[in-house]
C-alpha cells in the first residue's frame, strides 16, 4: 500500500515568491493534516481536513496561506508571497482513525526562501 | 506555551541497554499521547500510544508509561538496537474534544551506539 506522497521534497525560492505543496492522501484517510515543522522543533498544525472541509485552520496564517482539498482527497497548500520566516519542512499527514493507529506522514517538502 | 515538553534534546545510550525518552505536558485536558519517531529525511512514524485511563502500553520493545498525577510520561526501548537511532517526538491530544488537535515536543534525538 502506497504511503501518503507530497510534492516537490525540495523547494527553493527567493522572498515575495508564491509556492505550492502538493499531497496524496493514503487510499480511504478522510482526515488530512499539513503541518509545519521548523528546525529544532516538532510538527505543528497548520490545518485540518475531514474530507473536504476544513474542520481546524486556526493556525493558519491566512494572509498569505491558502489550502484547499478538492472532492476530499488531494490536497494543495500555498504561500503567497513567501517570507524568510517560511523556510520549513512542510508536512502532510492522513488518518483513518487516529486513536488507534496515530496519523501517517509523507516525507514533507523542504521549503527554503532566499 | 509550550504543552508538550522534551527536555533533552539528546540522548545516547548502549546498543543492548535500555533507553528512556522523557516528556512533560501542562494541560490535564489531554487525554491521549503518542510517540513517534522519525529518521532523517522522513515524515514521523507513529511508534505507540496510550490512552489516559492506562498507566502502560507495551508494544515488543517499546514500553509507555503514564503518570497523570506528575503529568509525565516516558517511552522504554529494550533491548536498544542500531535501528532505533532516530529523533523521537511525543505528542498528546484531546481525544473527544471536536477541537482537538496533536501537539508535538520538540523531539529527542536518541543514538544508539556499538
Known amino acids: 500500500e502506497a504511503g501518503v506522497v507530497q510534492s516537490p521534497r525540495y523547494k527553493i525560492i527567493e522572498k515575495k515568491q508564491p509556492v505550492a505543496f502538493w499531497c496524496n492522501p493514503i487510499s480511504g484517510h478522510n482526515t488530512l493534516y499539513w503541518y509545519r515543522q521548523n528546525l529544532g522543533q516538532g510538527p505543528e498544525l497548520l490545518i485540518r481536513y475531514e474530507n473536504e472541509e476544513a474542520v481546524d485552520d486556526s493556525q493558519l496564517p491566512k494572509d498569505r496561506f491558502s489550502a484547499e482539498r478538492l472532492k476530499g482527497v488531494d490536497s494543495t497548500l500555498k504561500i503567497q508571497p513567501a517570507e524568510l520566516g517560511d523556510s520549513a519542512v512542510y508536512l502532510c499527514a492522513s488518518s483513518l482513525d487516529i486513536q488507534r493507529e496515530g496519523s501517517f506522514f509523507g516525507p514533507g517538502t523542504r521549503l527554503t526562501v532566499l | 506555551d509550550q504543552q508538550v515538553k522534551q527536555n533533552s534534546p539528546s540522548l545516547s545510550v548502549q546498543e543492548g541497554r535500555i533507553s528512556i525518552l522523557n516528556c512533560d505536558y501542562t494541560?490535564?485536558?489531554?487525554?491521549?499521547f503518542l510517540w513517534y519517531k522519525k529518521y532523517p529525511a522522513e515524515g514521523p512514524t507513529f511508534l505507540i500510544s496510550?490512552?489516559?485511563?492506562?498507566d502502560k502500553n507495551e508494544d515488543g520493545r517499546f514500553t509507555v508509561f503514564l503518570n497523570k498525577s506528575a503529568k509525565h510520561l516516558s517511552l522504554h526501548i529494550v533491548p536498544s538496537q542500531p535501528g532505533d537511532s532516530a529523533v523521537y517526538f511525543c505528542?498528546?491530544?484531546?481525544?473527544?474534544?471536536?477541537?482537538?488537535?496533536?501537539?508535538f515536543g520538540s523531539g529527542t534525538r536518541l543514538s544508539i551506539r556499538p
Open positions: 494541560n490535564s485536558m489531554f487525554d491521549y
Open positions: 496510550i490512552s489516559s485511563i492506562k
Open positions: 505528542a498528546a491530544s484531546r481525544r473527544y474534544s471536536s477541537a482537538s488537535k496533536i501537539i
